[in-house]
């Protein structure tokens, strides 16, 4: 008896081991065929794969609740009583190598805080110099300079209030030059 659990066992081990073997990881590069004069050359795509919303960066919260959110080197920080109505919040940094944010709000209309939520972009990457002279912009249809911008020279981080969210990024401030000491 005890034996034939064990064959069961192992059977249910290799056929999963063989089901997940013929299935695609996201993770895996991508292989496209090139064609030559008489020869194929197998090119490996090293890309990485974009990033997957996940439940790290997605916050669910009521009317009068505070909480934080972050995505790459992003932190959405939503202050007490900022809500007006319960909203899902989703911060995004498509590509971790670009200073650049999305945000999803569901429903639309919960973007209009009554409190200014604090967006932060962590800059600590980069040498102070180059971080005294860039900003936070937000896409109207245009890339414009946010009102609300500080800088934290100790942390190298850019924080700006505002009362609602766009896309935005952090980028050098028109005509600033970087002074290296």
């Known amino acids: 008896m005890r034996r034939t659990s064990l ?3 192992l059977l249910i081990a290799a ?3 063989a089901l997940v073997g013929c299935s695609r990881m996201p993770t895996a590069p991508t292989a496209a065929a090139r064609s030559g004069a008489g020869s194929s050359i197998i090119k490996i795509d090293d890309v990485p794969p974009p990033i997957v919303p996940g439940a790290d960066n997605v916050i669910t919260l009521g009317v009068g609740d505070e909480g934080q959110v972050s995505s790459g080197r ?5 202050h007490k009583n900022s809500l007006k109505m319960q909203a899902t919040i989703r911060v995004l940094q498509p590509d971790p190598n670009v200073m650049q ?3 999803e709000i569901t429903p639309p209309e919960a973007n209009d805080f009554q409190v200014p939520v604090q967006l932060e972009a962590d800059c600590s990457n980069e040498p102070l110099d180059l ?16 009102d609300a911008v500080s800088l934290d020279h ?20 028109p005509g600033a030059e970087l002074v290296q000491h």
Do not use: Q
Request: overall charge neutral.
């Open 154 to 173: 100790a942390s190298r981080t850019i924080t700006v209030h505002d009362h609602s969210l766009r896309n935005g990024m952090v980028d050098a401030v």
């Open 7 to 9: 064959s069961v066992l």
């Open 101 to 103: 944010v999305m945000f």
């Open 131 to 146: 971080v005294k002279n860039e900003t936070f912009y937000w896409w109207d249809g245009g890339w414009n300079i946010a």
């Open 74 to 78: 992003f932190r959405l920080v939503v």
């Open 15 to 17: 056929l999963a081991a």
